[in-house]
């Protein structure tokens, strides 16, 4: 069966970076998109980003724009999100998530989830 | 402020039908597939409902997806208490260019 699991997350200071990994299993995840989605503490969910399932083009949420950087090892079947500059209003479980392949942004496989608190 | 709009909550007895809207405009429902997830507390989401009516393997047929123009809903036929979870609608956004989800819906059953 699909597998994500989210490794990399903890506390971290304002200003600090972070990368986050998701190592994928049960699909063949050179064929798929991924996403990154998070979702703060008592909030909803937002989309972070998304990267093509060759890694020939990513898309940013605009909140993360110029600072987070999504990519991805398929010969690891592994995905990834440098977090940089990072701000409190970033505190946030983040989840790796799995494109359902259809042309149509949706998501089918969610991961776990890894916090990334950030302090001032 | 999200995209997408739900109401905060609803509230339904068991046995009961319930719905849950939710509401976008021309660059995301209006011409994409809706998508409908269900969240329990410290845990991830789960697909519910893809492509605005098809239902995954393994989910109850008492959940239902519908859309209608920039609108989609959720319906919950025979409510039960298992079902008291967060629901949250998502589409393709063509200004995003990614998901827009909304607010999400807390299901209560009472």
């Known amino acids: 069966q699909v597998q994500l699991v989210e490794s990399g997350g903890g506390a971290v200071q304002r200003g600090g970076s972070l990368r986050l990994s998701c190592a994928a299993s049960?699909?063949?995840?050179?064929?798929?998109?991924m996403h990154w989605v998070r979702q703060a503490p008592g909030k909803g969910l937002e989309w972070v980003a998304f990267i093509r399932f060759d890694g020939t083009n990513e898309y940013y949420g605009d909140s993360v724009k110029g600072r987070f950087t999504i990519s991805r090892d398929n010969s690891k079947n592994t995905l990834y999100l440098q977090m940089n500059s990072l701000r409190v209003d970033d505190t946030a479980v983040y989840y790796c998530?799995?494109?359902?392949?259809?042309?149509?942004?949706?998501?089918?496989?969610w991961g776990q989830g890894t916090l990334v608190p950030v302090s001032s | 402020q999200s995209v997408l709009t739900q109401p905060p909550s609803v509230s339904g007895t068991p046995g009961q039908r319930v719905t849950i809207s939710c509401s976008g405009s021309?660059?995301?429902?209006?011409?994409?597939?809706v998508y409908w997830y269900q969240q329990f507390p410290g845990t991830a989401p789960k697909l519910l409902i893809y492509r605005n009516t098809k239902r995954p393997s393994g989910v109850p047929d008492r959940f239902s997806g519908s859309k209608s123009d920039t609108s989609a809903s959720l319906a919950i036929s025979g409510l039960r208490s298992e079902d008291e979870a967060t629901y949250y609608c998502s589409a393709w956004d063509d200004n995003l260019s990614g998901p827009a989800f909304g607010g999400g819906t807390k299901l209560t059953v009472l």
């Open positions: 049960g699909f063949t995840f050179s064929g798929y998109g």
């Open positions: 998530a799995k494109d359902d392949g259809l042309g149509s942004g949706g998501i089918d496989q």
């Open positions: 021309n660059s995301n429902i209006g011409t994409k597939y």
